[in-house]
């Protein structure tokens, strides 16, 4: 889509009228009370910092005027007088700031937390779409951009601009219109000047954060996955890849920085014409004696004071239109369509027995390409249903569709009787186990790793569930025991030991419902054998419901239902599908004829004996 002027302006509202109500926050009164002392506080400073000129040139004009004894007190006074007002314009100004802190960063923080727990409430199709780096860089940019607006646009670029105001009127008012006219018109053409530089400039700025996310996007993806790096030699593949991205940054910084140079030397020259041009018009009327030289001195300061907000301002003003961007991205994230989300009188999933039904079910991820056609099993409470099947043939579409990452297009899946759909997501998940075929940890604890099926369990109750598991002894074979770190995703760890730890984590959040997804499909077969032991004991007198590549791990499933292309081509027991003939006794024998060469393979290597390649 193409970002025109009016597109990024309407995008810069929105993000204007989405932090709005954080600065305003309903039902905080405390925060309400800050605030307006905040803006209190923001006008005493800003009438101390007027203020500060003119008493000096009426301090100046006092000294000048006289020196005798009973005219010493005068200036004095006004030299007392101007140094509180310069203490009182920083004092008020820290005392803003020590008053809004609070709000500003309760304000961050709330946005935050909203987007974090949005984007956990979103459908599993947006993150397996998004990708992390990016994402992770949205969200970072705009909480700074959130912390740069209030900080620069509220006590800053707002205040410059009441300032300009009161300063124009002060110099009207003691000066003449003409004063205040040069004053003005020379702050116009400076903005002016300014701003359509630095929107022209702001497409350098752009170009930088859109390198910059796609090299933080390659880096993470490429660290994420340093093993397969390493499998193929191709740490200089990604360091080119990571340094395309680069080279992309450095030519916008570098434009960035020279357009930069180009824009302070014009902010010089407008700011030095525009001084020069009343500091003549000034001595001249210092000279016809129209003017004093207190006079002539605060409206040196007046400029003085004027331009110093205003040196920033391109800086600002670019900071600013990038943190309206940057806020627009993140508050973006918020307008994401969750498209999985409770019904408003969703009620909590009572699950009694824990049967499961899919009744005719048909599901796409594509409109193009059906996963699932017309789809219907029971699975009675306390029994063991197995779904098998040649890769993609829609097996493990049934296990997010169970646990709602995804909505049925046709059909309906009830959980003793309810509508999962009509249930809240929170009772339908905690009402169900699942031990993954690719089971990823968070890079914690061992115990941290467990007691996440339960937060609120006991030491106690998390290592009974490890013993349960079969992982107590392994763990406590580790040096810092329980307090053993998994690494990244687990690596520390081997296959069957995650997967022990999974277990344990379903054991202790003591499901009504169990689902194994290829549970054991990428171990070698003697862990297989023993991970299945654990299943078997988990799964004793609970529902589960087993997605399955190896047909070994299943022969004793209550019932065994074959998908093929999104479809029940064959269901019963394992005796009764050898007995038909079909599909799965063809794939059983596949298996089988493989287990066979493989156990083999061992046992001649186990002897000593040497095995040539096949020919070709």
Known sequence: MIETPERRSGAEMRAIRALAPYMWPKGQLEMRVRVAIAVVLLVAAKVATVAVPAVFGKAVDALEADATGAAIAVPVSLLVGYGLLRVGQQAFAELRDFVFAKVGQRAIRSIALRVFKHLHALALRFHMDRQTGGLSRAIERGIKGIDFLMRFMLFSILPTLVEIGLVCGIL????????????????????????????????????????????????????????????????????QRYDVSMERYEKAAVKSLTTLSILNVGQGLIMALGMTILLVLSGFQVADGVMTIGAFTAVNLYMMQLFQPLNFLGFVYREIKQSLVDMEQMFGLLEENREVEDEPDAKPLIARDGVVRFEHVSFRYDPRRSVLKDVSFEVPAGNTVAIVGASGAGKSTISRLLFRFYDVEAGAITIDGQDIRAVTQASLRAAIGIVPQDTVLFNDSVFYNIQYGRPAASPAEVEEAARLAQVHDFVMSLPDGYNTRVGERGLKLSGGEKQRVAIARTILKSPKILLFDEATSALDTHTEREIQAALELVSADRTALVIAHRLSTVVNADEIIVLDDGTIIERGRHDDLLAQDGAYAELWRR???????????????ADGVFIPAPAK
Do not use: C, P
Request: no cysteine.
């Open 591 to 605: 298996q089988q004829a493989a287990a066979l060469r493989e156990e083999e393979t061992a046992a001649d290597l």
């Open 172 to 239: 009207w008012s003691l000066f003449g219109f003409i004063f205040s006219a040069i004053t003005f018109v020379t702050v116009v053409i400076y903005i002016i000047f300014t701003l359509s530089f630095t929107e022209w400039r702001l497409k350098y700025r752009r170009a930088m954060n859109d390198s910059d996310s796609e090299a933080n996007t390659k880096a993470i993806d490429s660290l994420l996955n340093f093993e397969t790096v390493k499998y193929f030699g191709n740490e200089e593949h990604e360091a």
